[in-house]
């Protein structure tokens, strides 16, 4: 075909927006096919490039159909760009007419320069004519040399290959239709087998990604698997090598926290066994030293915390044990501490503090052969008075006693006497005024020298009453025991007569006092007692008869009831702009509550006093053992004091940052009120820095600082694990402060 023709024409289909993106490469690759092509035809020839063929002013449609039907062969260049171009579709259609005209069907060689997504997949390119022309035609895959060096030897020998074929194909001879319809048969069935050649290649290769791949992912899986079993494996090994530090750790400390503390942080620890069995050791251990301790402080109250807090330790049955002998031995001291007193209310605190204890029936019989011995002095006393009204009040007061029949007699004897010298008529006691009979009806002349004489006698059984320079006598029975409010002072039977929690008042404007009963307790802290300073060692105290102690600190109105009198030193403590009334008195000494107490002993005739550091303690915890009287921790509801500090899980609240009046708060179960805060209490003990020594029966201690005084109680300013029960505190005798006051107390005779 070549050979028959005077021109040899080439189309070079193309898009021009390629070529200017691909900065002329496409312009290049042109010009080296048309060198290839001249140099293996031997003989020139033209490659039409519409950016060089068509001249200015001409119709591109005409130029290209012209150029079209002049042209032999066809390169088109395949690109997303040229495929969906307008001009390249019309350029190839109008070449595939000419093909047809020539009698051909091999003059089209595509060039796939960049990928078309519809040439991978045979039902798209099957849908497109320009696309089915190009996907069954054998093309050139550019896509890989595209980026190389147009003078490189590899796009040297393709586009030698590519010309090759190209030479070779005008080369051959016009044939008839019936050889072009045989020669496109096997074309087509060359290109089938190429196709299938090509897509087993594909599939192949695609074959051989995939399996790479697999093999790659598989590497992978299994480097993954080594890696995270060896990580694991080194975690493990850190894990065991940190819960043996750990466990080591514990052991060193040598505490059930501490051993706790491991099993709760590593419960799957490969030494969870080992640690629950040294945990039950050091329980042991721990449990036989509580035992050891509480046996060294040699109290109830120490047992009872040691039972409390391991009921079911293996010490418990020996504690038990322990607690009853020491509760014998409690009973034994308050026992012998009630004989040595030798008074009924002393046996009466026994039994009312012992009620359960092996000494109650001797002390009963006790108690009978002191109530025989205080009836004889009555009667005695009685009998040297010498009058029916002393015999009637012995009557009145011992009704059961064994010496009734002896007094019946007696009185008998004295009314016979008595009618036998009845008083001339008209020289009655009555009709001459003298004062024979009193108030009551029971006044009887005692001395010699007749009711004028100033002697003063106290007698058992009785009260003497002197007024106006007389003396009379009133039988127990004329007396009537006071409330609160009867402001006079009690008998020595009122005294006698009573009970614990008991209340009475002897003036006006004195304190009201509470009975509370005689019994022992445990003084100080334990060991283990949060806020515990090191002046709290446990002592154990007796006290052996029952006393009465204010049921309220000593108030404004009273102090200054005592100023208004001519007592308290004359002077009157400043309230702090906080108001007076019903608060606390404050900014008073020690001496000043000596002087207070002293003009109040004086108003009744009564031995008041301040409490002992142990008295005070001992009302304090009203027969409780914890921090405070209600339990182990405090709320600013219960008490006075910095409530913006807390102890022992309590709450928070508001700081009053001054007193309230002393009836604020509920009492504690014997009726006293703020033993807890709002202001220290001045007692009557000398300061030592130690509960040892104390004396244990009571009595507040002459030795040690006696110009500092043990304060109790705990103030408003103070924060609350200051106001425990066994706190203490001490200050010179002369200070005064805001936080400063005292509760008066008072022995109960005879």
């Known amino acids: 075909m070549a050979s028959e023709l005077s021109e040899i024409v080439g189309f070079f289909s193309y898009s021009r927006r390629d070529d200017e993106h691909s900065m002329g490469a496409l312009s290049r690759l042109r010009a080296r096919i048309q060198s290839e092509l001249r140099l293996q035809m031997g003989r020139d020839f033209r490659l039409w490039q519409d950016t060089a063929a068509i001249p200015d002013g001409s119709l591109w449609e005409d130029e290209i159909r012209k150029a079209i039907a002049e042209s032999v062969f066809f390169v088109p260049i395949v690109t997303p760009s040229a495929v969906s171009s307008g001009q390249c579709s019309f350029e190839f259609e109008a070449f595939v007419k000419r093909e047809a005209e020539l009698g051909r069907n091999d003059l089209i060689f595509p060039i796939l320069y960049i990928t078309v997504e519809e040439l991978e997949d045979e039902k798209q390119w099957r849908q497109s004519e320009l696309l089915r022309t190009i996907g069954t035609r054998q093309y050139l895959d550019w896509r890989k040399y595209r980026h190389h060096d147009a003078s490189s030897p590899e796009v040297a020998q393709q586009i030698e290959q590519y010309c090759r074929h190209i030479y070779r194909a005008l080369r051959r001879p016009v044939v008839t239709a019936e050889e072009r319809r045989r020669e496109e048969g096997e074309a087509d069935a060359r290109r089938r087998a190429e196709e299938q050649r090509r897509r087993k290649e594909v599939a192949d290769a695609q074959k051989r990604v995939k399996d790479e791949e697999r093999r790659k992912k598989a590497e992978a899986e299994a480097r993954a698997r080594a890696e995270e079993e060896r990580r694991q494996s080194d975690a493990e090994a850190k894990q065991r090598s940190q819960q043996e530090k750990a466990f080591a750790t514990a052991k060193r400390a040598g505490t059930v926290d501490a051993v706790n503390k491991f099993i709760f942080d590593y419960p799957q620890s490969h030494r969870r066994d080992d640690a629950l069995t040294l945990r039950a050791q050091l329980i042991v251990q721990v449990q036989d030293k509580a035992f050891a301790l509480a046996k060294r402080a040699d109290t109830v109250a120490a047992i009872d915390n040691f039972l409390a807090d391991y009921p079911d330790g293996q010490s418990a049955d020996a504690a038990h044990a322990l ?119 029971r006044f009887r002349d005692l001395a010699p020298g007749g009711w004028r004489s100033p002697l003063a006698v106290a007698l058992l059984g009785g009260v003497l009453v002197v007024v106006a320079g007389g003396v009379w006598f009133m039988s127990q029975r004329d007396q009537v025991r006071p409330s609160s409010a009867d402001g006079v002072p009690l008998t020595l039977a009122q005294e006698q007569a009573l009970k614990p929690k008991d209340r009475f008042k002897e003036c006006a404007t004195c304190p009201t006092m509470v009975v509370v009963p005689a019994g022992s307790f445990t003084m100080g802290s334990p060991d283990n007692e949060p806020g515990r300073n090191s002046d709290e060692q446990q002592v154990r105290v007796a006290i052996p008869r029952s006393f009465a102690i204010g049921e309220f600190a000593v108030t404004f109105d009273q102090w200054d009831a005592c100023k208004a009198d001519g007592g308290c030193n004359e002077s009157a403590p400043a309230d702090a702009g906080w108001g007076r009334g019903q608060r606390p008195a404050i900014n008073v000494s020690w001496k000043d509550a000596e002087a207070y107490i002293a003009w109040l002993s004086r108003q009744t005739g009564k031995a008041y006093r301040l409490a002992s550091e142990a008295e005070r303690e001992f009302v304090t915890r009203a027969g409780s053992v914890t921090p405070f009287w209600w339990g182990s921790s405090i709320a600013p509801t219960q008490a006075n004091y910095n409530a913006t500090y807390v102890y022992q899980g309590g709450a928070k609240g508001t700081y009053r940052a001054q007193t309230v009046p002393v009836d604020s708060f509920a009492p504690n179960p014997w009726g006293l009120y703020q033993v807890h805060g709002n202001v220290w209490e001045w007692t009557d003990d000398c300061w030592n820095d130690s509960n040892s020594g104390n004396p244990g029966d009571g009595t507040a201690r002459r030795n040690g600082d006696c110009d500092r005084r043990v304060v109790r109680g705990g103030a408003w300013f103070n924060s609350p694990g200051i106001l425990r029960a066994a706190s203490r505190g001490n200050y010179p005798v002369e200070n005064r402060s805001e936080g400063f006051g005292f509760r008066v107390a008072r022995t109960l005779g005879p």
């Open 323 to 441: 607690r009853a002998k020491l509760i014998a031995r409690d009973q034994e001291t308050a026992f012998a501490a009630a004989k040595r007193a030798d008074t009924v209310s002393a046996i009466d605190g026994f039994l009312a503090g012992y009620p359960q204890s092996h000494r109650v029936a001797d002390a009963a019989a006790l108690r009978a052969r002191l109530m025989a011995r205080e009836h004889e002095k009555a009667f005695a006393a009685a009998k040297r008075v010498d009058t029916l009204g002393a015999i009637d009040g012995f009557l009145a007061d011992h009704p059961q006693s064994h010496l009734a029949a002896a007094a019946q007699a007696l009185r008998d004897k004295l009314a016979a006497r008595a009618a036998a010298h009845s008083a001339p008529a008209g020289h009655s006691a009555e009709a001459s005024g003298t004062p024979r009979d009193g108030p009551h009806g």
